[in-house]
Nanobody
Framework: QVKLVESGGGWVQAGGSLRLSCAASGSIFSINGMGWHRQAPGQQRNLLATITSGGVTNYADSVKGRFTISIDNANKTVYLQMNSLKPENTTVYYC?????????????????WGQGTQITVSS
């Protein structure tokens, strides 16, 4: 079983910064990539940024230049550095991981999600 645990959420004033972390644990054979998303109440979950285990990144246009995703493969952790935060960035942020789990002939590739962390940006 694979588990993702996010941390680093909280409250910040507009223009401020936060750094989110997401650590993967469990029976992990390898991680192909990880990402960050956010979802407002009643709306669909939107992709913010992704990163492969090799460090290739991709960003949504809305966060380019303000958010930076990075990965620590040894510790199976992905980070999201968020700068110049705006009140409209207030919502729940989720990480996900494209994971190969298990061992030997019992390997299985699947997508796992964290429980979400709340970010509140005040004006």
């Amino acid at each position: 079983q694979v588990k993702l645990v996010e941390s680093g959420g909280g409250w910040v004033q507009a223009g401020g910064s936060l750094r989110l972390s997401c650590a993967a644990s469990g029976s992990i054979f390898s991680i192909n990539g990880m990402g960050w998303h956010r979802q407002a109440p009643g709306q669909q979950r939107n992709l913010l940024a992704t990163i492969t285990s090799g460090g290739v990144t991709n960003y949504a246009d809305s966060v380019k230049g303000r958010f930076t995703i990075s990965i620590d493969n040894a510790n199976k952790t992905v980070y999201l550095q968020m700068n110049s935060l705006k009140p409209e960035n207030t919502t729940v942020y989720y990480c996900n991981a494209d994971v190969v789990s298990g061992r030997g002939t019992g390997l299985l590739r699947d997508d796992y999600w964290g429980q979400g962390t709340q970010i509140t940006v005040s004006s």
